[in-house]
């Protein structure tokens, strides 16, 4: 069982930044990690993926405004986001397992973080 804890959501006006932070509770995880959000009335959809070597995938909304990272060291998985816009309003998640691959659009992955709010206002 993996424990993910996020940190790091909050309000910002549009335009502005937030970093999202998620620790890991195993340190010899070393497959897919990735974060999700929901925005109220839509379904959970991916936002961006990391693979063991440090491949990432994003969804096309995020493509160039978020960078998915982490930081083996420490256990940890970050999303930072710049270009933050009103449509962007959602609880975030934090997620790790599903196939190796990591391909966010495609991603099922087998634990989930409590999630974390991010608000964005004009």
């Known amino acids: 069982q993996i424990r993910l804890v996020e940190s790091g959501g909050g309000s910002v006006q549009a335009g502005g930044s937030l970093r999202l932070s998620c620790e890991v509770s195993?340190?010899?995880?070393?497959?897919?990690t990735a974060w999700f959000r929901q925005a109220p009335g839509k379904e959970r959809e991916g936002v961006a993926g990391?693979?063991?070597?440090?491949?990432?995938s994003y969804a096309d909304s995020v493509k160039g405004r978020f960078t998915i990272s982490k930081d083996n060291a420490r256990n940890r998985l970050y999303l930072q986001m710049n270009g933050l816009k009103v449509e962007d309003t959602a609880i975030y998640y934090c997620?790790?397992?599903?196939?190796?691959?990591?391909?966010?659009?495609?991603?099922?992955?087998?634990?989930w973080g409590q999630g974390t709010q991010v608000t964005v206002s004009l």
């Open positions: 997620a790790a397992g599903g196939d190796w691959r990591c391909a966010i659009q495609t991603l099922r992955p087998t634990y």
């Open positions: 990391i693979d063991l070597l440090g491949t990432t």
């Open positions: 195993d340190y010899n995880y070393n497959g897919c």
